[in-house]
């Protein structure tokens, strides 16, 4: 299984990036996949995910209602649009899948696969 992260890079506050991960080795129909990030000097964070077949996606509070996750599969590709960043969004994004049926979000132990990471930088 291989992701690889894109989109990143340096916004003001309040702008918007789109970032996507494309996906190889795995379905992602089938697979829960989702978006972690983790600032500088603070532990990993989980933040948005897709479930495996349905499609339910879930958001943490803190990007609820700014940030949208979807996936393409005919692409197999994941996508997280990013409106109204602000400064505390500044991190590195990393998206992951797992091969659980049931998954808790949160804990980053039981997510299998990592992306390589994209740094998306937002100034005040």
């Known amino acids: 299984v291989q992701l690889q992260a894109s989109g990143g890079g340096s916004v003001q506050a309040g702008g918007s ?3 996507s991960c494309a996906a190889s080795g795995v379905d992602l ?3 829960w996949i ?3 990030r983790q600032a500088p000097g603070k532990e990993p964070e989980w933040v948005s995910a897709i479930s495996s077949g ?3 996606t879930y958001y943490a509070d803190s990007v609820k209602g700014r940030f949208t996750i979807s996936r393409d599969n005919a692409k197999n590709t994941l996508y997280l649009q990013m409106n ?3 400064p505390e ?5 990393y998206c992951s899948t797992t091969d659980r049926k049931v998954v808790r979000l949160w804990v980053l132990t039981e997510w299998d696969y990592w992306g390589q990471g994209t740094q998306v930088t937002v100034s005040s």
């Open 54 to 56: 349905g499609g339910r």
């Open 84 to 86: 109204s960043l602000k």
């Open 29 to 31: 129909d089938y697979n």
């Open 34 to 36: 989702g978006w972690f």
């Open 89 to 93: 969004d500044t991190a590195v994004y």
């Open 17 to 19: 990036l789109t970032l």
